[in-house]
């Protein structure tokens, strides 16, 4: 065969390509034929731009390969496509469509197209009706937006786009609008643009009229960052090698000095990145971002009240409001009489809008508003015709009223529903305990002397607030127990470790519990009330407290809630900590009973209980299957009339008159002598 034969260069473009790439000087005729081809088919194109060109396709992605070889040749090709795209982005084949936005992709790899041009153009792009090519586009431009901000902030780029993506979300067309509020939503979780433009802008959404950017707003506020996304930990596993795959690795090669030195670099620069690219993680900040929350929370509330929406999402403006109300103190007294109208049994979901009562409930909030929405719970739920269970979630819901403002609780209303503690229901009785439980820690003058237990030392201190009132205090409260001298080998408070913040149970241990010796004296107990708190004030004045310090000073705050005021110690008090701003759903529905199993329910539990286990019997068998009976096996067959005869089995018969007279006699002495 010839060499002119040999040579398919014109036709062969992936080969040409190849050639390129490994030496572009030698073929730049070829490149040159290949870009006259590519013009007149361009030409061709725009005068029928609906039509589908497979050579024009080759071409493109030809092109954009090597676009880097030959950069003044191909200066104006990036320009090219994507005006050809603004121009006939709605007409275009979608294979033609989605060629031109992956050479562009391709060509932004390479870094000859700017940033704001090319996104820009694909936000725009978002309002086709493509599935495939909208999915394409959003992995891109989350992918670039961060690695544009990989290694700092490009504060120029991120106010441009974040500019662009406000008035996308006010476009008539759903799909863009939802798609750019999930970029902003995807960014914000991945810490690329966790900053307060982006929650603001974010806020905007909630108030669309498209209802998919609605929901879509409401759950991003809704969401809490630990139940987010951990920053795409997942994602970073393809891009760089774990510090395992390292170990591994060391672990099965062959051992050299250079081969360890080189792992150990690499583990301390995974280490550095990890700790430097890691995100501020607490409940809800984006709540905490919001400029204006007042406003936001009244203009929600408005859209709430005129909203013709499907029950779920009006439960979501629900959450949102009364979430905005309780984590920023707000008044907005029109929300719980709005409440009030949902605050029935037969209610769909109404334990949820009961946790948003308890939820939008602070301190600063007038008591006689709230005590409005106490004696509706009360009525509504805490009545014997109703049962027990909605008793107790009723119960619940104002405990959890009250433990965010404790002044909407009357005494007399306290005083009824403490007499639920000897209800004949498990659990009316425990949320009945729970609510004493409640007022015994904050203010147990409200009590019976009865139902306030025995006094500890916490108790003594309680003094409860008016409404309206603060106490400031120059003092570290506890810090009596500490030694005015500052310890030998504290060391920096950095170095100290504290490991009674995860807000769990706390359970105050004595060491004289458990070796059964008595209590060591503490200095601080035999103090008065005036003595302890000059020695605290002296000690916060003068000292700088270490982590370990005020680990001590937390354990003796909790261990006062058991010990009695006389210096008697309490055996079981459970102490717990909510934290978070958030209330919990478990805290309303969490209902301390079994209930009664049905007869389904207990044969599936006998049923259970016999797998496994051999059948009822004699073990004994017998040896030959096919043997026949015995007559006493033969004898348990048969009729009962015709073994009666056999065995002597009696009839039965009456008791005679003189019988009758000796049973009697016989009782009427043995009564006597018990008297």
């Known amino acids: 065969m010839s060499d002119r034969n040999r040579n398919q260069l014109p036709n062969n473009l992936p080969q040409l390509q190849n050639l390129i790439k490994r030496d572009p000087e030698s073929y730049v005729e070829e490149f040159l034929q290949q870009f006259r081809h590519y013009e007149s088919n361009l030409q061709i194109f725009q005068l029928k731009p609906t039509q589908n060109s497979k050579n024009l396709i080759e071409l493109i992605m030809f092109f954009c390969q090597i676009s880097q070889c030959y950069p003044k040749e191909l200066e104006e090709f990036p320009q090219q496509l994507i005006d050809l795209l603004q121009r006939h982005s709605t007409v275009l084949d979608p294979e033609m469509r989605m060629t031109f936005c992956k050479g562009l992709i391709l060509l932004r790899n390479k870094g000859l197209i700017q940033p704001t041009s090319l996104l820009g153009l694909f936000f725009e792009l978002l309002r086709c009706q493509d599935k495939l090519l909208r999915k394409m586009l959003y992995i891109h431009i989350v992918n670039d937006i961060k690695k544009l901000n990989k290694k700092h902030k490009d504060n120029k780029v991120n106010t441009t786009l974040q500019n662009?993506?406000?008035?996308?979300?006010?476009?008539?067309?759903?799909?863009?609008?939802?798609?750019?509020?999930?970029?902003?939503?995807?960014?914000?979780?991945?810490?690329?643009?966790?900053?307060?433009?982006?929650?603001?802008?974010?806020?905007?959404?909630?108030?669309?009229?498209?209802?998919?950017?609605?929901?879509?707003?409401?759950?991003?506020?809704?969401?809490?960052?630990?139940?987010?996304?951990?920053?795409?930990?997942?994602?970073?596993?393809?891009?760089?090698?774990?510090?395992?795959?390292?170990?591994?690795?060391?672990r099965i090669n062959k051992k050299t000095r250079k081969r360890k030195k080189k792992t150990d670099k690499a583990l301390r620069i995974i280490k550095k990145d990890k700790k430097k690219n890691k995100p501020i993680v607490f409940n809800f900040s984006a709540l905490h971002l919001i400029h204006d929350p007042q406003n936001f929370a009244e203009k929600l509330f408005r859209q709430l009240e005129s909203s013709n929406e499907r029950f779920e999402v009006k439960l979501m403006m629900m959450n949102l409001v009364s979430r905005l109300v309780g984590i920023n103190q707000l008044f907005l007294f029109n929300f719980y009489p709005f409440l009030q109208r949902f605050v029935q049994p037969h209610q769909r979901e109404v334990t949820k809008v009961l946790l948003f009562a308890a939820q939008s409930t602070h301190e600063l909030v007038p008591p006689d508003i709230i005590e409005t929405m106490v004696r509706t719970?009360?009525?509504?739920?805490?009545?014997?015709?109703?049962?027990?269970?909605?008793?107790?979630?009723?119960?619940?819901?104002?405990?959890?009223?009250?433990?965010?403002?404790?002044?909407?609780?009357?005494?007399?209303?306290?005083?009824?529903?403490?007499?639920?503690?000897?209800?004949?229901?498990?659990?009316?009785?425990?949320?009945?305990?729970?609510?004493?439980?409640?007022?015994?820690s904050i203010n147990p003058e409200m009590l019976h002397k009865r139902d306030r237990g025995k006094p500890t030392e916490h108790s003594v201190e309680i003094r409860a607030k008016?409404?309206?009132?603060?106490?400031?205090?120059?003092?570290?409260?506890?810090?009596?127990?500490?030694?005015?001298?500052?310890?030998?080998?504290?060391?920096?408070?950095?170095?100290?470790?504290?490991?009674?913040?995860?807000?769990?149970?706390?359970?105050?241990?004595?060491?004289?519990?458990?070796?059964?010796?008595?209590?060591?004296?503490?200095?601080?107990?035999?103090?008065?009330?005036?003595?302890?708190k000059a020695k605290a004030t002296s000690i916060s004045q003068t000292r700088l407290l270490s982590q370990q310090d005020f680990k001590d000073i937390k354990i003796h705050q909790l261990s006062k809630q058991m010990e009695g005021s006389k210096g008697k110690k309490r055996k079981h008090i459970e102490i717990s900590e909510e934290s978070g701003d958030v209330l919990s759903l478990n805290r309303i529905e969490g209902i301390q009973s079994r209930p009664r199993h049905d007869r389904e329910a207990r044969l599936a539990t006998v049923m259970a209980g016999r797998e496994g286990r051999e059948k009822f019997g004699s073990k004994k068998g017998r040896m030959n299957p096919n043997a026949s009976t015995t007559n006493k096996e033969k004898s348990k067959k048969k009729p009962f009339m015709m073994v009666k005869q056999k065995y002597n089995i009696k009839s039965k018969t009456k008791r005679s008159f003189r019988d009758k007279q000796i049973a009697l006699r016989d009782c009427l002495i043995k009564r006597s002598k018990r008297r």
């Open 164 to 250: 662009f993506m406000y008035t996308m979300l006010r476009d008539s067309n759903a799909a863009a609008g939802k798609m750019s509020l999930d970029i902003m939503v995807e960014l914000y979780g991945k810490n690329v643009w966790r900053d307060t433009k982006t929650v603001n802008v974010i806020v905007t959404a909630c108030f669309s009229k498209i209802t998919k950017i609605v929901v879509a707003a409401l759950k991003f506020f809704l969401g809490s960052d630990a139940e987010d996304k951990n920053d795409s930990d997942s994602e970073s596993d393809d891009e760089a090698p774990t510090p395992r795959t390292l170990l591994m690795a060391q």
């Open 377 to 440: 719970i009360v009525n509504n739920f805490v009545t014997e015709r109703n049962s027990n269970d909605v008793m107790a979630v009723g119960l619940n819901a104002v405990r959890e009223i009250c433990s965010r403002c404790p002044l909407a609780m009357g005494a007399d209303l306290l005083q009824d529903l403490v007499q639920y503690k000897t209800y004949r229901n498990k659990a009316v009785v425990h949320a009945a305990r729970s609510l004493i439980q409640l007022f015994r």
């Open 466 to 532: 008016e409404y309206g009132q603060s106490v400031a205090q120059d003092f570290i409260p506890g810090a009596e127990v500490l030694n005015e001298e500052t310890p030998e080998g504290d060391g920096d408070a950095s170095d100290q470790s504290d490991s009674d913040s995860d807000g769990s149970w706390h359970d105050v241990v004595h060491s004289s519990d458990e070796e059964g010796e008595a209590p060591e004296s503490n200095p601080a107990e035999s103090l008065t009330a005036e003595e302890k």
